[in-house]
């Protein structure tokens, strides 16, 4: 299994207060992703990062913003959180290199955190 | 606008075969790619086709048709731990590029 964690597992929040869940790898992979996972929308793209400090927004990044300062390390942040935010959170991860992404650029997904916003 | 439409449930009994369909709709389309989920746990890809035609993987097959912008997963002999969600999920340009993901079918398998 690709070495990816996910912090905290759990959380439960209020309303207006600022949340930052953490993702780390241990696989050195260029790419990294979070997507939020909701009942009946499947997984949708919050934001990705293509590099250290290179990020770009997915489908549904309004209220999110990310950092990447390190390779192993991807942070997504809620500023000020809502209950529409409540959600499961994935992390995943793909190689650059094409030859061991495979021609499907392959995923590699953390365990995900619930998050809770009351 | 981009959409990936598969059905939302199938139920089957074990050593039965099952498919699970999917088209697309999208801006461009390099690959098809399915993920299967277990509940409570993360996505884990099982395949990728970018090319017409089946592709196999053990119990798993998948099936891709570019002209009728339709794919399915084709799951045999079915086992009761094969009961999971299975999305499909477009790769819309070559290179590097993000995913668009499905909403997911929730494949039931009974005994």
């Known amino acids: 299994d690709a070495g990816i964690t996910q912090s905290p597992r759990h959380k439960v929040t209020e309303t207006g207060t600022p949340v930052t869940l953490r993702c780390h790898q241990t696989?050195?992979?260029?790419?990294m992703y979070w997507y939020r996972q909701d009942p009946g929308h499947g997984l949708r793209l919050i934001h990705y990062s293509y590099g250290v400090k290179d990020t770009d927004k997915g489908e549904v990044s309004d209220g999110y913003s990310v950092s990447r300062s390190k390779t192993e390390d991807f942070l997504l942040t809620l500023e000020s959180a809502t209950s529409s935010q409540t959600s499961v959170y994935f992390c995943a991860i793909s190689e650059s290199n094409p030859i061991l992404a495979g021609e499907g650029n392959e995923q590699f997904f953390g365990p995900g955190t619930r998050l809770t916003v009351l | 606008g981009q959409s990936l439409e598969q059905p939302s449930e199938v139920t089957a009994v074990e050593g039965a075969i099952v498919q699970i369909n999917c088209t697309y709709q999208?801006?461009?389309?390099?690959?098809l790619s399915w993920y299967q989920q277990h509940d409570g746990g993360a996505p884990t890809f099982l395949s990728y086709?970018?090319?017409?035609g089946l592709e196999e993987t053990g119990r798993f097959s998948s099936f891709l048709s570019r002209s009728d912008s339709y794919g399915y997963l084709l799951l045999q002999e079915l086992q009761m731990k094969d009961s999971a969600s299975y999305f499909c999920?477009?790769?819309?340009?070559?290179?590097?590029?993000?995913?668009?993901f499905g909403k997911g079918t929730m494949l039931l398998v009974s005994p």
């Open positions: 999920a477009v790769r819309e340009h070559s290179g590097y590029s993000t995913l668009t």
């Open positions: 999208t801006s461009g389309f390099y690959g």
């Open positions: 696989e050195n992979h260029r790419y």
């Open positions: 086709n970018a090319l017409d």
